[in-house]
């Protein structure tokens, strides 16, 4: 399997502040890669310089073999993201949101895709739905269905099920790992979620204040911190720094 | 440049102004009551001096050039600001499209919504006031050009610091064309400002394009020289303010604005 990420020692700085530091990990095709960290260890700055929102301070990123300093605009087109921090346009329909972004990525066969969306996300009855007027869990749904419009090839997830009931997070958790063995696609989640990335990640990445302070396969961590859990890993590792040093 | 994806961002704009009657009411109400104001205020000098006999036409075209440029200009602001104030921001900026598309599009939909209150603002003058704005002849479609320019380019410029400084930077948006209106020379001749606000209205397009609509309207002459300034300043600030744009991304990216935008 072919990397479709590789992050090769990017670092970003905000002044004097180093929020990531210099930090390397690849994503294979059909991996889904967990990133796990307490807030503020330097995620969602990693996430925007994936996205091309950030640009790092140093360091390379390249998403399909193509470097994203040179092929930001290539890369989009084979990108794409979700986020409970970002909205649709909420005075705009469910099936209007869709049509927009449709044509922004230049997706071919519209109609085609966002009735797929649908059916697969189950979102059928409320394309004539105001966006804004949706409950929590149809609004994940719909932005899932954006954030899948495109039939990106590398999606990136930053608490996908964050404020979502148990029956809705266990839908958005069941059709990520059938859509990502159908598509052979690669997804990088950065979650909170223990239980999540436990379920749906055969490797992780542990961050604290800007670097990576541990990883591999969620089993393998858990037996190798002596834990019962995931959870129990993720404590140890954010509260302690020293015992890993 | 892809017209496609510069058809997906109008119909995003145009899908929001559609649904929203409240939209479409602002977009129109405004510039009635501008010009309706106006006009009472000119027909009341009108009666009164032999001077305003003569200028009505010209208050009442005045008013309708600066609403116009108004328009362009808070009209480009808040397509911008809709997409920071939905959240959307983040969405659109991750979206395979280029500055250049961003820009177009902006620039197409605040036309659109600029002659959606501009046609009725003119249409009521002739019945209402005896007066048309058309008597500008060909020389009208000059000036709407030379304003509509400056006032995107305005417009751009707020973009510009919205990208850099974030939401913070929105009650600028709101006070540039205030900022800018007494140095326009709108409803009185230039002559009329103090000789140092006189030099900074002349580095201003503004004051060429309203010195020569009323001079086409009181003198029926037509000095070419106020419409080539008004383009040469135009395109100077113009230039300035795409690059402006294209270095405020570039910090933002820098900077982080462009993640936090949305949150």
Known sequence: ?????????????????????????????????????????GKTTTIGMLLGLLKPTSGQIFINNLKLEDHRIEILEIINFISP?????????????????????????????????????????????????????Q?????????????????????PTASLDPEVGDFVRTFLEEYMKEKKISILLASHNM??????????????????????????????????????????????KSEFN | ???????????????????????????????????????????????????YNNAVGVILTCAILYDF?????????????????????????????????ILTALVTTALI??????VPAILLTSPLFGISILELGIFLFFLFMSLYIFGITLGILVSSGLLRFGPSFENIAWSTMFLLAPFGCIYYPVETLPEIFQKIAYILPLVYIFEEARNILMNQTVDIENIYNAFIWNA???????????????????????INMGE
């Open chain 1, 139 to 159: 609004k994940n749904r719909v932005s899932l269905a954006k954030a899948l419009i495109n039939e990106p090839r590398v999606l990136l997830l930053d608490e």
């Open chain 1, 1 to 41: 399997m072919k990397n479709l990420i590789e992050v090769k020692d990017i670092k970003k700085n905000y002044g004097k502040k180093e929020a990531v530091k210099g930090i390397s990990f690849n994503v294979k095709e059909n991996e889904i890669l967990g990133l796990l960290g307490p807030n503020g260890s």
């Open chain 2, 1 to 51: 440049m892809s017209l496609t994806r510069i058809y997906g961002l109008f119909l995003r704009h145009f899908y929001l102004i559609t649904r929203s009657f409240p939209r479409i009411l602002d977009l129109v109400y405004w510039p009635t009551i501008q010009i309706t104001l106006w006009g009472f205020i000119s027909n009341f000098f009108a009666t009164h001096t032999t001077y």
């Open chain 1, 85 to 137: 921090y970002i909205e649709l346009p909420k005075k705009l329909t469910v099936k209007q949101n869709l049509y927009v972004y449709s044509k922004l990525y230049k997706v071919k066969k519209i109609e085609e895709r966002i009735e797929y969306l649908s059916e697969k996300l189950r979102i059928g009855e409320l394309l004539n739905s105001i966006t804004g007027e949706l409950s929590s869990g």
């Open chain 1, 195 to 240: 239980s999540e990335v436990t379920r749906l990640c055969k490797s992780v990445l542990m961050m604290r204040n800007g670097e990576i302070i541990d990883q591999g396969n969620p089993d393998d961590l858990i037996a190798k911190h002596g834990r019962t859990n995931l959870e129990e890993v993720f404590l140890k590792l954010s509260r302690s």
């Open chain 2, 113 to 118: 919504r600029s002659l959606i209150g501009l």
């Open chain 2, 236 to 258: 100077l600030y113009f230039t300035l303010s795409i690059i402006l744009f294209y270095y405020s991304f570039n910090v933002a990216k820098k900077k982080g604005t462009l």
């Open chain 2, 69 to 101: 440029l108004f328009r362009t200009s808070i009209g480009f602001n808040m397509l911008f600001l809709e997409e920071i104030w939905s959240r959307n921001f983040t969405n659109l900026f991750i979206a395979p499209m280029k500055i250049g598309e």
